[in-house]
């Protein structure tokens, strides 16, 4: 027995939740729980493995190694890297989303990318630490996000071409909370390789590792993907793929609502975190010997609330079939960590915001990437909606070290970083709640 959509727009109007499907979209029928438990382990690796890789690399050894070759200005340094390494994500996970919706291998559409941004990106981490001009250093990082793009661009529209809507929530939380917990134990791990010398090249070894593998590991995890050898080609002329970069037009108000939270929500996130080594350092007043102890501390509290909020919010996403609120008040409890660290600009008021941002950030990454999916267009093109979407990330990761660049280098003081972090997240909170098709 089916359940007409008259009947399911009589449940919305009377109040309760309408119902979630239970089939997968690749095959129409219901997954067993085995292979749910490989795509929730397949997202859960890939995501930790990516992220740790990345982290150690970005958040400590990069900034330091701008220090260790002698960069003059290397918070404006390191802005303007991450403005460069943003455009070129921009544009690389839109080009890769759409050209895995259009790639027809018996591996899939989804795979081949997916392993060989791994793969690229790990390269490119690699090559951060092999260079002493700033110049080939940012060259190399860009090469890193070309790669990383290429493997997340389709991984995530794997949410949507395989995972049924009932536990997209679920399976967004292993995504989320892989990432939440790889950021601080990747902070954890660069700080092992900070030393009174500057940052060990063996860091920049093994973030290229992990994030090399990253793709790997989750092709042989996840079931494998369906040949797409024998899809619909949708065209493969110059004119009709220059038409398929066109962002959607249509049914799409939620779409960009959803754009638009996340652009503010990681503008705000990226302010902080892209700094958090000179924010210790050159705001709180720690050295650089005592600055790694203080980095291990502060990611270990993150990782912990990173467990405890990450892996609760999902399920409890799809138990209540609601998206918007989690995300909501996620956003809010990250403007009150960066608070605490703005009105307590001590190691303290660190610890403060690493517990309370932390969490909110934490919910945040768990259930954002789920409620992206829900308000897809059209599932046929996931990938390059998705990327359109991932947009707004890279937009949020290359404005947020820009406005906190130019907020240093005009006022000397990190001091008004924080109430304009505080204000992008709240903001985004507003675009998130007017959402309509999704509860």
């Known amino acids: 027995m089916t359940v007409s959509d008259p009947s399911l727009e009589d449940v919305e109007k009377a109040g309760a939740p309408a119902l979630l499907s239970t089939a997968s979209p690749e095959t129409g029928s219901t997954l067993n729980r085995s292979v749910l438990i490989r795509f929730g382990i397949g997202f859960f690796g890939i995501s930790l493995l990516w992220a740790i890789g990345l982290a150690t690399v970005a958040s400590v050894l990069l900034p330091q190694r701008l220090k ?41 559409r989804r795979t081949p990318w997916i392993v060989l941004g791994g793969i690229v990106g790990g390269l490119g981490l690699f090559g951060v630490g092999m260079f002493a001009s700033p110049v080939i250093l940012a060259f190399s990082y860009c090469i890193s996000m070309v790669g990383l793009n290429m493997m997340l661009a389709p991984a995530v529209a794997v949410l949507s071409d395989r995972v049924p809507e009932s536990v997209r929530g679920t399976m967004s939380t292993f995504w989320g909370v ?10 954890i791990v660069g700080a092992r390789f900070l030393s009174d010398s500057g940052a060990s090249i063996s860091g920049f070894v093994l973030g290229g590792i992990l994030m090399g593998v990253a793709g790997i590991a ?30 959607p037009t249509k049914d799409c108000g939620d779409f ?14 990226q302010m902080i975190n892209a700094y958090q080594l000179y924010i210790i350092q050159d705001y709180l007043g720690v050295s650089t010997a005592d600055s ?17 909020g990450g892996f609760a919010s999902g399920p409890i996403s799809d138990l209540l079939r609601r998206r918007k609120l989690p995300v909501v008040v996620a956003s809010l409890l990250f403007a009150l960590g960066v608070a605490m660290l703005w009105f307590i600009p001590t190691v303290t008021g660190m610890l403060l915001f690493a517990g309370i941002a932390g969490l909110g950030y934490a919910v945040y990454s768990s259930v954002d990437q789920a409620l992206n999916v829900d308000v897809l267009p059209n599932p046929e093109t996931a990938g390059k909606d998705l990327g359109i979407l991932n947009m707004s990330t890279t937009l949020g990761q290359m404005c947020g070290p820009i406005i906190t660049s130019l907020i ?11 109430p304009v972090s505080i204000i992008s997240a709240v903001v985004g909170c507003f675009s998130i709640m007017a959402i309509k098709r999704v509860r």
């Open 292 to 308: 790694a102890a203080v980095i291990t501390l502060v990611s270990s509290i993150t990782l912990v609330v990173a467990l405890v």
């Open 68 to 108: 260790d070759i002698g960069v003059d200005n290397p918070d404006a340094m390191l802005g303007t890297i991450n403005a460069v390494t943003a455009i070129v994500s921009l544009v690389s996970n839109l080009v890769f989303g759409n050209l895995s919706d259009r790639t027809r291998s018996r591996f899939g």
């Open 178 to 187: 892989g990432v939440t917990i790889g950021y601080p134990l990747g902070a």
């Open 218 to 247: 989750a092709a042989i995890v996840w079931p494998r993907e369906r040949s797409a050898a024998d899809l619909p080609s949708g065209g493969q002329s110059f004119g009709e793929i220059a038409r398929s970069f066109i962002p």
């Open 256 to 269: 960009y609502k959803a754009f638009f939270g996340r652009f503010t929500m990681l503008l705000s996130y």
């Open 408 to 418: 240093v280098t005009s006022t000397g003081s990190y001091a008004l970083a924080f």
